[in-house]
């Protein structure tokens, strides 16, 4: 039984003479038909309902309840593990700079963080998803998501003449392997080169950061960088152009 927690935020970026939202989901047992959450060993208990009460129990259990220090909460017993805590930060809106020129080209850079925090012990999964392809438009113009060069991300931002690329890179401990480097290649290694490993966004979830265990109480901080780049005379139309997103998180 998961969890979810769901934002959204805004990316934008002005083309003068030359942006994205969020949600969260969490077993000790599975297969390929099933999984158990948790599992308790006792001597009774049922769900029991009425026309204004539901009632969960159990008996010959030892020990259970909510206890709490100032450094930490213990939920011992069955039915006080039936619920994970997810929690998710709200990320702020980005409005990327400096604004670019369709003829002159350059880029424009913008950032957002998102902490999710969770205390289930099998951890989160976190994920953006553009709500429209390209994701960054003004009316009926738009600028074109990041294409890598393969199947992973590109290393270096790259863009060419006459063309225009939107494109997004996460940063953080809980980035997913696809988003590491070796210093040079993306999806390769375990490091975590800033300003690496672009990628395009879509309207398929692609997960950015994941963990296989709680963090709680602190939780962990992925940061979203955002880049517009224009290739010189790349002839598109001046404006403000913006992305919405969702970002989504899940405990496993």
Same mark, same amino acid.
């Given at each position: 039984?998961?969890?979810?927690?769901?934002?959204?935020?805004?990316?934008?970026?002005?083309?003068? +003479?030359?942006?994205?939202?969020?949600? /969260?989901?969490?077993?000790?047992?599975?297969?390929?038909? #099933?999984?158990?959450?948790?599992?308790?060993?006792?001597?009774?208990?049922?769900?029991?309902?009425?026309?204004? #009460?539901? $009632?969960?129990?159990? /008996? @010959?259990?030892?020990?259970?309840?909510?206890?709490?220090?100032?450094?930490?909460?213990?939920?011992?017993?069955?039915?006080?593990?039936?619920?994970?805590?997810?929690?998710?930060?709200?990320?702020?809106?980005?409005?990327?700079?400096? !604004? $670019? =020129?369709?003829?002159?080209?350059?880029?424009?850079?913008?950032?957002?963080?998102?902490?999710?925090?969770?205390?289930?012990?099998?951890?989160?999964? $976190?994920?953006?998803?553009?709500?429209?392809?390209?994701?960054?438009?003004?009316?009926?113009?738009?600028?074109?998501?990041?294409?890598?060069?393969?199947?992973?991300?590109?290393?270096?931002?790259?863009?060419?003449?006459? %063309? @225009?690329?939107?494109?997004?890179?996460?940063? @953080?401990?809980?980035?997913?392997?696809? #988003?590491?480097?070796? =210093?040079?290649?993306?999806? +390769?290694?375990?490091?975590? /080169?800033? $300003? /690496?490993?672009?990628?395009?966004?879509?309207?398929?979830?692609?997960?950015?950061?994941?963990?296989? !265990?709680?963090?709680?109480?602190?939780?962990?901080?992925?940061?979203?960088?955002?880049? %517009?780049?224009?290739?010189?005379?790349?002839?598109?139309?001046?404006?403000?152009?913006? +992305? %919405?997103? %969702?970002?989504?998180?899940?405990?496993?």
């Amino acid at each position: 039984m998961g969890s979810i927690r769901t934002w959204g935020l805004r990316i934008s970026v002005g083309l003068a +003479a030359a942006l994205v939202a969020c949600t /969260a989901h969490a077993a000790v047992m599975q297969s390929t038909n #099933y999984r158990i959450q948790s599992d308790s060993i006792n001597i009774g208990g049922a769900r029991g309902t009425s026309s204004s #009460y539901a $009632l969960e129990d159990t /008996a @010959g259990e030892v020990g259970s309840g909510v206890s709490s220090s100032t450094s930490y909460t213990l939920s011992a017993g069955y039915q006080q593990t039936l619920v994970n805590y997810l929690a998710m930060t709200v990320p702020q809106n980005v409005i990327m700079s400096p !604004s $670019l =020129g369709g003829v002159t080209g350059g880029t424009a850079d913008g950032s957002t963080t998102v902490t999710v925090t969770t205390d289930d012990p099998a951890g989160y999964q $976190l994920t953006i998803v553009a709500s429209t392809a390209p994701a960054m438009n003004n009316g009926a113009n738009s600028i074109a998501d990041y294409a890598p060069s393969g199947a992973d991300p590109d290393f270096t931002f790259s863009i060419v003449t006459n %063309t @225009g690329k939107f494109g997004f890179s996460p940063e @953080g401990t809980d980035i997913a392997q696809r #988003y590491k480097d070796n =210093g040079t290649i993306c999806n +390769a290694g375990s490091a975590d /080169a800033s $300003l /690496a490993c672009w990628d395009g966004l879509s309207t398929t979830p692609r997960v950015i950061a994941s963990k296989t !265990s709680g963090n709680h109480p602190n939780g962990t901080l992925t940061t979203l960088r955002f880049r %517009t780049g224009l290739g010189a005379n790349s002839g598109i139309v001046n404006g403000l152009y913006t +992305a %919405t997103t %969702t970002l989504t998180a899940i405990s496993l």
